[in-house]
């Protein structure tokens, strides 16, 4: 069922006690919004694979969270990089070589577990 930007009706009774009801039939209502997939939530020292970007092109890595702020660096398809823990408008900032960092989109980071030793 798809649940996106739908309303839901919660119904509750909330006993007290040895069965006494303090309310019952008591609704409210909550719209369902579904954590995307393609937009991970930022966390410090994350790490990413670029997703969504065809083999052999690049993500453009961006001095702003913004389409049209001059570009700093390029992420290949299949890149891993980490995650400052930084978001923005959708777009989370990550780290470059060199000690730079830069602005992708987040739906084209898919987060990846690595497992440290």
């Known amino acids: 069922?798809?649940?996106?930007?739908?309303?839901?009706?919660?119904?509750?009774?909330?006993?007290?006690?040895?069965?006494?009801?303090?309310?019952?039939?008591?609704?409210?209502?909550?719209?369902?919004?579904?954590?995307?997939?393609h937009a991970p939530s930022a966390k410090a020292s994350q790490t990413y694979r670029v997703v969504g970007v065809r083999k052999?092109?690049?993500?453009?890595?961006?001095?702003?969270?913004?389409?049209?702020s001059r570009i700093v660096g390029h992420l290949g398809a299949g890149a891993t990089t980490t995650g400052t823990g930084r978001s923005s408008h959708g777009y989370l900032e990550?780290?470059?070589?060199?000690?730079?960092?830069?602005?992708?989109?987040?739906?084209?980071?898919q987060r990846i577990d690595v497992k440290r030793r």
Do not use: Y
């Open 56 to 68: 052999g092109r690049e993500l453009a890595v961006q001095a702003a969270a913004d389409p049209k």
């Open 94 to 109: 990550v780290r470059l070589g060199g000690g730079r960092t830069g602005w992708v989109p987040g739906k084209n980071l």
């Open 1 to 37: 069922m798809n649940l996106r930007n739908r309303a839901v009706t919660v119904v509750a009774a909330v006993t007290i006690g040895a069965g006494g009801v303090l309310a019952m039939g008591a609704t409210a209502e909550a719209a369902v919004r579904p954590v995307s997939a």
